[in-house]
């Protein structure tokens, strides 16, 4: 398993649909392991293969944060969905960025496991949100295209504030502005 490097908000792969996975060989095996431990080193609650640089429909979900259960996920797509729950999210994608969506207040995934198995999983309020978070990655969508506007802010640590943090309002340009820099500065255009 190896710790991948994830990618910014502006990264082309982000904005674009993935690609089905057809074979689960050894690449795949090995995408997931490192979409796992990329995920439980940036203390994540779900990753998907887009995030780090790879346009392939793979995610991971922290099932259990108590437990690190983590599911691993090939293709998965909603096939129901009900209710409306709204919501705080950020994103590996997105560091210190921080905004209020409207998911589904339970959703019903299918999915191929790696065995090859389809498998369906329930889930409801913040396992939906989460499923619901990747699974949009897979489909070229950010939390910061459906997030509620006024409530997008970023947060930054202040020892000064009991929480020890503050928030500081900003706008979708100025967030996308601020990762296109950030972007540069890493070397990646």
Not at 102 to 111: C, G, K, L, N, S
Not at 124 to 148: K, P, T, W, Y
């Amino acid at each position: 398993m190896a710790v991948r490097r994830i990618v910014y908000c502006g990264d082309p792969v982000l904005s674009r649909k993935s690609r089905a996975i057809t074979t689960i060989d050894g690449e795949v095996v090995q995408l997931l392991k490192d979409l796992h431990e990329t995920m439980m080193d940036a203390n994540g609650l779900g990753l998907a293969a887009p995030q780090i640089g790879v346009a392939l429909r793979a995610i991971t979900v922290l099932r259990d944060p108590e437990e690190q259960d983590v599911i691993a996920l090939i293709n998965p797509r909603i096939v129901e969905r009900e209710g409306e729950q709204e919501g705080s999210e950020a994103c590996l994608s997105l560091p210190t960025l921080r905004g209020t969506v409207i998911r589904p207040q339970r959703v019903v995934v299918e999915a191929v496991d790696l065995n090859g198995e389809t498998v369906t999983i329930e889930a409801r309020n913040l396992m939906a949100r989460c499923l619901s978070h990747e699974i949009d990655h897979l489909q070229g969508r950010l939390f910061i295209d459906c997030v509620e506007p006024d409530t997008l802010c970023w947060v930054r640590p202040d020892e000064n504030e009991e929480s020890g943090y503050r928030t500081e309002p900003t706008t979708v340009e100025e967030a996308r502005e601020a990762f296109d820099r950030l972007r540069k500065q890493r070397g990646e255009g």
